[in-house]
């Protein structure tokens, strides 16, 4: 049953998490300030201050204190939320392992921020590509409504009996983080009745069981204990889509490992992350009009990569632009563009494919230069690569 009482509102981006951090009223939220997502402990310290959350605030001295005392609050069992930005993420380095490997389902809302050097406060991926591999569930957000809706999800999926990993919820500063949009938030009663209390079977401050938590792990152990966080990552992506199909249940909102973007009969597609995925859809509307077969994959979910589904999802398409707003350094590309290139090529997909880094550390991305992407996989798809599979959108020459 679709829900009729939706609330109509207008909110930023850390607006829409702290009001859904307020519905989920978790019981511990440790974090420190850093820019652009500062604002997210302000709003719920006010919160707090207020009586409007049960939720306990504790004030840290850095980001790596802020995830080793969440890491505490969820292995003693209580339900634990941080958020965090750019290098607080990278100072959180070591304990994200730690927690994920612990299988500790907390949640962290990340608003992506580019990593130091240079110095730079604005929209990148970087920051939490960078963890990519440290075992988190890792959802994607193009705008403000998005992003409420995927951190209300997000404590369905950490601590389903099959998953148990943490999860991380991913904004682009301030292009979301701090903009204003239109937004259908949901009542209370129904979010509380979806998120559920938390009553895990296993955690430290139980007296009914004696247990340890992140011993060493000698050879003999640490590789089946990996092997099971694999296969928990592994068991995500189911769950991930029953979370979704019951959210839609209650929000009237649809979400799936991606979104497929005017692409049943597209020859050329966008494959990207984040807000820009809104200017991409404007220069595909246009494409349309001039009856040029354009689409745009708006990826969600990068950890679980669904990389089958992607290539499937790709497979009749003649050329195919990976967008990355990050740079992995490699000499190929981004971090999306290696992992979907690869999956394509498992797949057999015949789509020439080329990987493009875009909008680091804030630079736009506009409609023309979307159209111009797509003018030159019309070029691609008919005499295949002639440069680079590698290139740069927007790079002052």
């Known amino acids: 049953m679709v829900n009729a009482m939706g609330i109509k509102?207008?909110?930023?981006?850390?607006?829409?998490?702290?009001?859904?951090?307020?519905?989920?009223?978790p019981d511990v939220m440790p974090a420190f300030p850093i820019t652009p997502s500062t604002e997210i402990p302000q709003f719920v310290s006010n919160?707090?201050?207020n009586g409007e959350v049960d939720t306990e605030f504790i004030p840290v001295e850095s980001e790596h204190s802020a995830m080793s005392a969440a890491m505490g609050s969820e292995a003693a069992g209580a339900r634990t939320i941080t958020a965090t930005s750019s290098c607080g993420l990278a100072l959180m380095?070591?304990?994200?392992?730690?927690?994920?490997?612990?299988?500790l389902p907390l949640v962290m809302t990340v608003v992506n921020r580019g990593l130091t050097g240079p110095l730079n406060i604005n929209a990148e991926h970087s920051d939490s590509m960078g963890a990519r591999?440290?075992?988190?569930?890792?959802?994607?957000?193009?705008?403000?409504?998005?992003?409420?809706?995927?951190?209300?999800?997000?404590?369905?999926?950490?601590?389903?009996?099959d998953v148990k990993l943490p999860v991380m919820i991913c904004q682009d500063g301030f292009i979301t983080s701090h903009a204003v949009e239109n937004i259908e938030l949901m009542t209370d009663e129904p979010v509380k009745a979806f998120v559920g209390s938390y009553e895990p079977e296993h955690y430290l401050l139980n007296q009914n069981e004696v247990m340890a938590l992140g011993p060493y792990a000698t050879s003999p152990y640490c590789m089946e204990a990996k092997r099971a966080q694999a296969q928990a990552m592994m068991n995500a992506k189911q769950v991930i889509l029953d979370v979704a199909k019951e959210?839609?249940?209650?929000s009237g909102r649809s979400y799936g490992f991606f979104e497929e973007y005017r692409c049943e009969d597209a020859d050329y597609v966008i494959v990207a992350i984040g807000s820009a995925c809104g200017t991409i859809k404007d220069a595909v509307d246009e494409l349309r009009?001039?009856?040029?077969?354009?689409?745009?994959?708006?990826?969600?979910?990068?950890?679980?990569?669904?990389?089958?589904?992607?290539?499937k999802a790709l497979a009749s398409a003649k050329a195919v632009a990976i967008m990355d707003r990050c740079e992995s350094y490699s000499g190929h590309g981004g971090p999306l563009g290696a992992e979907l290139r690869a999956a394509m090529y498992e797949n057999k997909n015949t789509a020439e494919a080329i990987n493009i880094v875009y909008g680091l550390s804030g630079r736009d991305l506009t409609v023309e230069d979307a159209k111009g992407v797509y003018?030159?996989?019309?070029?691609?798809?008919?005499?295949?690569?002639?440069?680079?599979?590698?290139?740069?959108?927007?790079l002052r020459e």
């Open 93 to 103: 380095w070591e304990m994200l392992y730690v927690t994920a490997s612990s299988r």
């Open 47 to 49: 919160m707090i201050a």
């Open 375 to 394: 003018e030159k996989l019309s070029v691609i798809a008919k005499e295949g690569v002639k440069d680079r599979q590698y290139t740069y959108l927007g």
């Open 133 to 161: 591999d440290s075992g988190w569930v890792q959802i994607y957000a193009e705008n403000n409504q998005e992003v409420y809706d995927n951190l209300l999800q997000a404590y369905r999926i950490a601590e389903h009996t």
């Open 247 to 250: 959210y839609e249940a209650i």
């Open 9 to 25: 509102n207008r909110m930023s981006g850390n607006e829409a998490v702290a009001y859904a951090i307020r519905q989920i009223n």
């Open 289 to 311: 009009q001039k009856k040029v077969k354009a689409g745009l994959i708006k990826v969600r979910v990068f950890r679980p990569f669904p990389g089958e589904e992607l290539a």
